[in-house]
């Protein structure tokens, strides 16, 4: 059994690790709270899928000049003084969002603007954090690291979105952003425990022409280039998140706690996926298993757009039997997810080079959560069109198509081979 279980050697080898991993797992809980509890405000005041998408969209453009600014920054200087900033703003922010719940300002647009300061300093802050791993561990564990996080990042989705859809009901979302608050205290924890991480002598100093010095060098590298391609066609065209509030409101069932349930069924897949994440450290051909978990991914949101057509807009208030059903689904879609995040990184970190860790991790994070963002806003609007059960149907099966058009198109990749980590 323990060849199946999740390698623990990094918790025990690096205790910097070991102190980053844990305080960045109870931060990561209470920032799902406040994730689902944004967009359960924002659905409340406005009753339109369209304007939870727009919550993304408001995110989005300072994520990506952050991500790519952040990753600059992480490679010119000091990666443990860069995370500690970003994550001081990401602290003031969640405790501004915490008070104007708490005044019940019931304003659409400072939500818009909160979350759009706290995406870009989010995408400051994880470029530096993800490219600080692999100086505290061996390189040949960094699969074992990185599904030790998808463990840490699975119970925070799960427990995160269904105690979320809880205590919004239960006490509102002042007292559901204010556990944020208190939480995010262990990360910057984490973060001043790690030791002094200066940059290397080819550091760059930090500007647009270290961006375009990063993205030059992803352009020669096509199996670097693939791990973000095969992502965003994952998270563009199968992201289903912007429309559970509709789902669990009119088709499903249940309201704000089925959307909690849902989204927490996929972060149990993940936890699944890391949990027995053993085997994945012997996988040598991870760009053909990065393919197979995207069109997974693809495959489960497809069969939860099923789900949701057979449903049907009951507009029930209770829960209905259909939740069972797409619970699985979702659950289903968190493994292949976590499978796919898991090799992605390792392939990220591996084949890149130390000084431009940095850079390419800020571009992982503007694909990785950038993304998203744009799914949210091509399902909210598609609605507009087509009902939400076709939405995630042919949203899934288009992911299913283009992974496998795009691993054929670049076939390099698909023979990527770990022992050899040619970029």
Request: hydrophobic share 55%.
């Amino acid at each position: 059994m323990g060849k199946f279980l999740a390698d623990i050697t990094p918790l025990r080898e690096s205790p910097a690790f070991r102190r980053l991993w844990l305080g960045s797992a109870v931060a990561a809980l209470g920032s799902q709270l406040t994730l689902v509890a944004v967009s359960l405000e924002v659905y409340r005041l406005t009753q339109d899928s369209l304007y939870v998408g727009l919550l993304s969209i408001f995110a989005l453009v300072p994520l990506v000049f952050g991500g790519l600014l952040g990753g600059s920054i992480a490679d010119a200087h000091d990666r443990r003084k860069v995370a500690l900033l970003a994550s001081s703003v990401l602290w003031l922010t969640t405790a501004c969002l915490a008070l104007q719940a708490w005044l019940q300002l019931g304003n659409v647009w400072v939500l818009y603007v909160l979350v759009a300061v706290q995406s870009g300093a989010q995408a400051i802050n994880q470029p530096a954090r993800s490219a600080i791993i692999p100086v505290l561990v061996r390189k040949e564990l960094l699969p074992a690291a990185n599904a030790l996080s998808m463990i840490s990042f699975g119970l925070s989705m799960t427990a995160g979105p269904l105690l979320a859809g809880v205590l919004v009901a239960w006490i509102g979302f002042a007292w559901t952003y204010t556990i944020d608050v208190a939480s995010f205290g262990f990360a910057v924890w984490a973060i001043l425990r790690l030791p002094p991480m200066p940059p290397g002598e080819h550091a760059s100093p930090a500007g647009l022409r270290s961006v375009v010095e990063g993205f030059r060098f992803l352009g020669t590298r096509p199996n670097l280039r693939m791990t973000f391609v095969i992502d965003l066609v994952a998270m563009i065209f199968a992201q289903p998140r912007a429309l559970m509030p509709a789902v669990g409101a009119l088709m499903i069932g249940g309201g704000e706690a089925t959307v909690g349930i849902l989204l927490a069924s996929t972060a149990v897949g993940a936890f699944l996926a890391g949990l027995f994440s053993g085997p994945l450290g012997a996988v040598r051909r991870q760009g053909a298993a990065v393919v197979w978990s995207v069109m997974g991914w693809g495959a489960s949101i497809a069969g939860f757009g099923v789900v949701v057509l057979l449903a049907g807009r009951s507009g029930a208030d209770g829960v209905t039997g259909w939740l069972l059903p797409a619970a699985a689904c979702c659950a289903l879609a968190g493994i292949a997810d976590s499978v796919s995040a898991v090799f992605r990184n390792t392939i990220l970190q591996a084949a890149a080079p130390d000084h431009l860790r940095g850079r390419l991790q800020g571009v992982f994070i503007v694909v990785v959560a950038g993304g998203p963002r744009i799914g949210d806003l091509l399902a909210g609007g598609g609605t507009k069109l087509l009902s939400e059960g076709w939405v995630v149907l042919l949203g899934g099966l288009v992911c299913v198509v283009l992974a496998w058009t795009v691993a054929h198109v670049q076939s390099g990749f698909l023979e990527y081979d770990a022992r050899n980590p040619v970029p």
